[in-house]
């Protein structure tokens, strides 16, 4: 028993067990090409690097340094995985 759903594109009535539209045959899933563009635009390497500030004191300095340093090796190593995980996937 299909149920009938109206397609956002032409506004006819259709039945949901079908992908795309039985009349203008455009697909009746956009949540789903949302959630792929999403995951297409979403940059797991976007991460702010701690900010270091020329009147810090020198330990501080010497930390965020430090933190900095660990901050790029873990950037470097997740933009490997992505790039192997995105490598797989396709
Ligand atoms: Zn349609």
């Not at 539209?21 to 797991?44: H, I």
């Not at 500030?53 to 965020?64: E, L």
Request: net charge negative; with cysteine.
């Amino acid at each position: 028993m299909a149920k009938e759903i109206k397609c956002p594109y032409c506004d006819e009535w259709t039945t949901q067990s079908d992908v795309t539209c039985d009349v203008c045959g455009k697909s009746l899933k956009p949540d789903r090409t949302e959630e792929e563009a999403r995951m297409r635009n979403f940059k797991p390497l976007d991460i702010p690097l701690i900010p270091i500030n020329d009147d810090d004191h020198w330990f501080v300095k010497g930390v965020k340094i430090v933190l900095r340093t660990g901050q790029m090796i873990f950037i470097a190593i997740a933009s490997a995985v992505v790039y192997i995980a995105s490598g797989a996937a396709h």
